[in-house]
């Protein structure tokens, strides 16, 4: 993808825009020993970042009130580690505001609006979205490309004008899925999956940045 045909910029946000993807890890293992269960990173980075099955595929086929009560507590714990945890991910407050000088800027992430918003509360980054998509928003999560397909619809902006910046595999297949060049930044957490169909796979921000302007 030529720098001059991009026009709108699609932005994962845990792992890509602030270091949070660790907070949900932490939460889900901290409610899950609760019940005396435990998690791997392995465990979250196949089921969680590389598909959307998530909590189904430790917890099974659970009543849905047991399903409730663990995702209170999830939340509950995630809350709080978004409050407490460092998030910041080094250049980031930088390359944003310039970015968004020159491209629209949407959020899609699987993150409900609320922990999305705590974020985004301590970082100051609300301003340099002009829209964003969070798991409330569709009905389906990535790697669905619905998400992506509901963005495409908010830009107004034909496919081949878009570029989609992610961590991970599931949001890299949810791109690829919509029609969409994507460039993967690999987090920490997201070692292991495969990036196969990525445009570029990059160190940093600073270095897609320095790719487009």
Not at 64 to 74: S, Y
Not at 144 to 169: N, Q, R, T, W
């Amino acid at each position: 993808m030529k720098k001059t045909e991009v026009k709108t910029i699609f932005f994962d946000n845990d792992g890509v825009l602030v270091d949070t993807e660790k907070c949900y890890f932490e939460a889900n293992q901290r409610a899950l020993t609760d019940l005396g269960i435990s998690m791997s990173l392995g465990d979250y980075q196949k089921y969680f970042l590389r598909s959307s099955r998530g909590i189904h595929a430790i917890l099974g086929d659970a009543p849905k009130a047991f399903l409730e009560d663990f995702r209170k507590k999830r939340k509950q714990y995630h809350m709080e580690l978004l409050a407490e945890k460092p998030i910041a991910i080094p250049g980031v407050d930088r390359i944003l505001p310039l970015l968004s000088k020159h491209f629209r800027i949407g959020v899609v992430t699987s993150s409900e609006k609320e922990p999305f918003e705590r974020i985004h509360k301590r970082t100051g980054f609300a301003p340099y979205f002009d829209f964003v998509i969070c798991r409330e928003d569709v009905k389906f999560s990535k790697p669905h490309p619905e998400p992506y397909l509901k963005a495409l619809a908010f830009a107004g902006c034909a496919p081949e004008h878009c570029l989609v910046i992610e961590d991970a595999e599931r949001g890299l297949r949810a791109a690829l899925a919509a029609g969409l060049c994507c460039w993967v930044i690999p987090g920490p957490m997201a070692c292991g999956g495969s990036f196969s169909g990525a445009g570029r796979i990059l160190g940093s921000l600073e270095e897609a940045a320095s790719l487009l302007l």
